[in-house]
């Protein structure tokens, strides 16, 4: 694996856990369109990293997609109002983690989350000096190796790596051509990486020592 020049972080499972945020969000979301349905953590647990049109899919089989589509974007409304009062959990290292790896490298978010998530989620961590840019899979519905690959185009990035938590995570990375680097505490995990870490402080101390 070549010396990388900048890294770019899969958000949920990564850098926090914003779960409980996220659960409120779809309750209050399924109240508000009168479904007979309460969501457990569980439910979104199972989901996490997912394309919209596959988690709506799989939570609404039975839906059509205008329905589904009009569903989600009430849930959405109310994790944007939610999300500066609620937040979620950073793991350990990963604020103190960013800043100092900000130094080194040009630091980015790639997530198959909404779109102005990220930017809710940096503003919360106070985080927006240290992230060189981002992009949601609710901005343009495109696959996450699309999206990585448009952010290393963007930013003539040389020796990107995608750092992540799932299987999902890495089979985009692999096809945006880019090493894997697996954080073992998140959502989920997968076999195939370049390197894996236990928490984000080793994470970072081996990055910076590079």
């Known amino acids: ?40 953590r569980d439910d979104l647990h199972y989901v996490m990293g997912w394309e919209r049109s596959k988690v709506l899919d799989h939570l609404f089989p039975d839906m059509d997609k205008e329905r589904q589509e009009e569903i989600y974007r009430t849930i959405n409304e109310r994790r944007l109002k939610l999300m500066p009062q609620m937040g979620g959990v950073l793991y350990e290292g990963v604020r103190d983690g960013l800043i100092r790896l900000s130094e080194k490298y040009k630091l980015f978010i790639v997530s198959n989350c909404p779109a102005n998530l990220i930017v809710e989620f940096m503003k ?13 899979h609710g901005v343009n519905s495109m696959p996450k190796h699309h999206n990585i690959k448009l952010l290393a185009d963007k930013h003539k990035l040389n020796s990107p790596i995608y750092i992540g938590d799932t299987e999902g995570d890495c089979l985009e990375t692999r096809k945006a051509g880019m090493p894997f680097i697996l954080l073992t505490y998140g959502f989920g995990t997968t076999d195939d990486f370049d390197l894996k870490f236990d928490d984000f402080n080793s994470f970072t101390d081996y990055f910076m020592n590079l």
Do not use: H
């Not at 900048?6 to 990564?14: V, Y």
């Open 124 to 136: 919360w961590a106070d985080l927006q000096e240290y992230i060189t840019d981002e992009m949601a």
């Open 1 to 40: 694996m070549l010396k990388p020049d900048s890294l770019i972080f899969d958000l949920d499972g990564t850098l926090w856990d914003a779960l409980d945020t996220y659960l409120a969000s779809w309750n209050e979301g399924a109240k508000l369109e009168n479904l007979n349905r309460t969501f457990t």
